[in-house]
């Protein structure tokens, strides 16, 4: 059999590959973010597909595929930095994830990529520790939920217009602050 030939039924065993960018998109944002990491190695195609997941999840499910001494923080620097186009989901929850400057700069980070759907859970409650001051800037954010933290919005704060749904889980805050911040939040259901 010629080399032609060969290389032609190589192409057509590879039919995935030859799929448009919207449907392996599609494909890998329901992957756990390791899987879709992981494709990278089916071929020279595939090597930079994962780097426009719109969901990103490092929760128990990543944390617990990681393998070596690697730094969570390490990692989730390497992934934000690598990624391409908007983060629709970015989801934050571990146990041992407590609020400090790394979160805080992901959060910054993440301010200008169109996230819609934030979850962040913290590890325990630290009344020093009120939430990054970035987050209050999310402007096309439709769902939140927050964990373990101290919520204290800034007084430059001017709501989230598409919130859609807030969900609060030890949450400390004063009552005033939370009925103006549910006041600059028209669409909340």
Not at 56 to 71: M, V
Not at 138 to 163: I, Q
């Amino acid at each position: 059999m010629d080399r032609t030939r060969i290389r032609r039924r190589c192409l057509d065993a590879d039919r995935i590959s030859n799929l448009p960018g919207n449907v392996i998109d599609n494909i890998l944002k329901f992957l756990p973010l390791h899987d879709a990491v992981r494709t990278s190695v089916l071929s020279k195609g595939w090597q930079y597909n994962w780097v426009t997941v719109p969901y990103l999840a490092f929760d128990w499910t990543f944390r617990n595929n990681l393998s070596g001494n690697y730094r969570t923080e390490s990692i989730i620097y390497q992934v934000l930095l690598l990624h391409k186009g908007p983060i629709v989901k970015f989801k934050l929850g571990f146990c041992g994830f407590k609020f400090g400057p790394d979160i805080n700069n992901w959060l910054y980070f993440l301010s200008d990529h169109r996230v819609e759907e934030l979850d962040l859970m913290y590890t325990g409650y630290d009344p020093d520790r009120p939430i990054s001051h970035h987050l209050f800037t999310f402007d096309h954010l439709m769902h939140l939920y927050l964990a373990n933290v101290e919520f204290r919005p800034p007084s430059t704060f001017k709501g989230f217009r598409r919130l859609l749904s807030l969900h609060l889980n030890g949450v400390q805050f004063e009552p005033e602050e939370l009925n103006m911040f549910i006041s600059m939040c028209p669409m909340l259901e």
